[in-house]
T-cell receptor, first 112, second 107 residues
Framework: NAGVTQTPKFQVLKTGQSMTLQCAQD?????MSWYRQDPGMGLRLIHY???????DQGEVPNGYNVSRSTTEDFPLRLLSAAPSQTSVYFC???????????FGQGTRLTVV | AQRVTQPEKLLSVFKGAPVELKCNYS??????LFWYVQYSRQRLQLLLR??SRESIKGFTADLNKGETSFHLKKPFAQEEDSAMYYC?????????FGTGTSLTVIP
């Protein structure tokens, strides 16, 4: 069962580098979201999307971009990585309305 | 502002004892509240939501609007309940998660 596929699992970046975290779902959910998890902070919403072509900012959007060209994919882009973006990132599909949220396995990102 | 507070970072109970994980929220509108759980080496997953009023794996949670709480309860804890538990609030299109409570059930 695929559900939510999030890649990569681990990534080390140098300060100033850019990268894209991939997230794909096969459940036809309109709602998708990205979170970062930091020690003592819980999960914080970065960006979310309520459908293809529609994205919006969450609680901590600075330094991140998203796009939603298809229902299935919701990539998260770090434009110029900073050490403050060292975190564990989770993508989720669903969770709004009557749908259950399904989470990806997480990406552990280290920015040096 | 919308916020979720889970006052206990760590909670240990003995097997067979009752367990209560606390969650308080701050929201002026009508809240949608959830409990998510993450077992060791597994993905975060939905445990229950307040609108469905169901019991999952013996857990229940009642929304108390007067106390703005959504505490998670189970009368008899099992070892397999050991996990990280997150309370979450959905307001419109935005989710707010608490900082989580790590539950350990001692055999």
């Amino acid at each position: 069962n695929a559900g939510v596929t999030q890649t990569p699992k681990f990534q080390v970046l140098k300060t100033g580098q850019s990268m894209t975290l991939q997230c794909a779902q096969d459940m036809n959910h309109e709602y998708m979201s990205w979170y970062r998890q930091d020690p003592g902070m819980g999960l914080r919403l970065i960006h979310y999307s309520v459908g293809a072509g529609i994205t919006d900012q969450g609680e901590v959007p600075n330094g991140y971009n998203v796009s939603r060209s298809t229902t299935e994919d919701f990539p998260l882009r770090l434009l110029s990585a900073a050490p403050s973006q060292t975190s564990v990132y989770f993508c989720a599909s669903g969770g709004q309305g009557n749908t259950e949220a399904f989470f990806g396995q997480g990406t552990r990102l280290t920015v040096v | 502002a919308q916020r979720v507070t889970q006052p206990e970072k760590l909670l240990s109970v003995f097997k067979g004892a009752p367990v209560e994980l606390k969650c308080n929220y701050s929201y002026s509108g009508s809240p949608e509240l959830f409990w998510y759980v993450q077992y060791s080496r597994q993905r975060l997953q939905l445990l229950l939501r307040h609108i469905s009023r169901e019991s999952i794996k013996g857990f229940t949670a009642d929304l108390n609007k007067g106390e703005t709480s959504f505490h998670l309860k189970k009368p008899f804890a099992q070892e397999e309940d050991s996990a990280m538990y997150y309370c979450a609030l959905l307001t419109g299109n935005q989710f707010y998660f608490g900082t989580g409570t790590s539950l350990t059930v001692i055999p």
